[in-house]
C-alpha cells in the first residue's frame, strides 16, 4: 500500500498543498469571515478524503501579521481534520525551513529555491514549496517510496515533531 499523505501551507489567500500525485493552491473567491474559513475547510476535507495522514505546517508566531486570523483558519482546519478522524502532523515553520535548507531561519525565498532544487519543483509560489517540503518531511519521516534524500544535518528537523503512529488502523 502507498502510503498517502497531503501537505499544506495554510494561507487565507492562496493555501499551498501537496500530494505526491499534486501540487496546487487552494485561493477563495471573494469571500470574507467565516465564509472563508468555512471554504477553506471544504476545500482542505476534500482534498484529504483518502490520506493516510495530513500534514499542517505550525503556526509563525513570531509574525504578527495578521496573526489572529490565521489562528481562526488554523483552528478551524484542525478542529475539522479531528472531527472527521484525520490523523495529523503539525511542523513548525523553522523544523520545515531547517529540513529544507539546514537553517531553521531561512528565509521563504531560500527554501523556495531548495525547493526548485532539491524537489524540482517547477514553479515559484512559496506557499506550494512549503507544503512540497511538509509532504517531503512526512515522506522521510515515514519512509515513503516517494521520499527525497537531503544532508543528515537536515534530517535533524524531524526530531522536533510529534510525528503521530501510523497503523494498520488508518485508512
Not at 498517502?4 to 495554510?10: G, P, W
Not at 475539522?80 to 531561519?105: D, I, Q
Not at 524540482?120 to 515515514?142: R, T
Amino acid at each position: 500500500m502507498k502510503l498517502r499523505i497531503v501537505a499544506f501551507d495554510l494561507s487565507l489567500t492562496a493555501t499551498g498543498y501537496a500530494s505526491p500525485s499534486a501540487i496546487g493552491l487552494l485561493k477563495p473567491p471573494e469571500l470574507n469571515g467565516v465564509a472563508r474559513l468555512q471554504w477553506i475547510r471544504d476545500a482542505v476535507l476534500n482534498l484529504t478524503i483518502d490520506a493516510h495522514m495530513v500534514v499542517i505546517e505550525g503556526y509563525s508566531f513570531g509574525s504578527g501579521h495578521r496573526a489572529h486570523n490565521m489562528g481562526e483558519l488554523g483552528g478551524v482546519v484542525r478542529l475539522a481534520l479531528f472531527e472527521k478522524g484525520r490523523v495529523l502532523a503539525v511542523v513548525p515553520p523553522s523544523s520545515r525551513a531547517k529540513y529544507a535548507t539546514g537553517k531553521g531561519n531561512a528565509p521563504k525565498e531560500q527554501v523556495l529555491a531548495e525547493a526548485i532544487r532539491r524537489l524540482k519543483y517547477e514553479g515559484h509560489d512559496n506557499n506550494e514549496a512549503d507544503a512540497m517540503w511538509l509532504l517531503a518531511m512526512a515522506a522521510d519521516q515515514y519512509d515513503a517510496p516517494y521520499r527525497v534524500v537531503v544532508p543528515a544535518g537536515h534530517r535533524v528537523a524531524l526530531k522536533s515533531i510529534e510525528w503521530p503512529r501510523l497503523d494498520k488502523q488508518s485508512k
